[in-house]
């Protein structure tokens, strides 16, 4: 699917975006608050939220799918803190893209980490706004096809 100039491959990263569309309303990004769990059952076990702390981002949930994933506890660590291999700046510049272009960034990942387990997965980001204004967090989802 394409949906606003990111193309969606995944069905349930696909009903993730269209519940973003749907709290985001006329605004430009929805907010934390407005994310209900419940209204999104289906999708949580793949869903992960960031939130920016100064210029770093920070896992503050993460989903079971998501985590078995990764294969890392994750919650509360900073992003620059993980084992991302060689992709780091790139895998974090994606964060950097949503909140320049205000849009959510769709992407397909492949590497291997340093301690060897290879990963494979589809990972959307979309911004989350507590003004209105400024992107403070960001709701995100990752499913994998392949990782071992």
């Known amino acids: 699917m394409q949906a606003a100039g990111i193309t969606i491959i995944d069905a349930r990263l696909r009903r993730l975006h269209d519940?973003?569309?749907?709290?985001?309303?006329?605004r430009p990004f929805p907010a934390r608050a407005d994310i209900a769990p419940e209204e999104i059952r289906?999708?949580?076990?793949?869903?992960?939220?960031?939130?920016?702390?100064?210029?770093?981002?920070?896992?503050?949930?993460?989903?079971?799918?998501?985590?078995?994933i990764y294969g890392d506890k994750l919650v509360g660590m900073f992003m620059d803190e993980i084992d991302l291999d060689h992709i780091t700046a790139a895998y974090i510049g994606e964060y950097d893209t949503c909140i320049e272009t205000k849009q959510p960034v769709a992407r397909q990942w492949k590497f291997t980490k340093l301690s060897g387990r290879h990963l494979e997965?589809?990972?959307?980001?979309?911004?989350?706004?507590?003004?209105?204004?400024?992107?403070?967090?960001?709701?995100?989802?990752?499913?994998?096809?392949?990782?071992?």
Request: proline residues 3%.
């Open 121 to 148: 997965y589809e990972r959307l980001i979309m911004p989350l706004s507590a003004d209105g204004i400024s992107i403070n967090m960001f709701l995100c989802g990752a499913v994998g096809f392949g990782y071992g």
């Open 19 to 26: 519940y973003w569309l749907l709290k985001k309303g006329d």
């Open 42 to 68: 289906d999708v949580l076990p793949w869903l992960f939220i960031m939130e920016r702390i100064d210029d770093r981002l920070r896992y503050r949930l993460v989903g079971e799918a998501f985590r078995e």
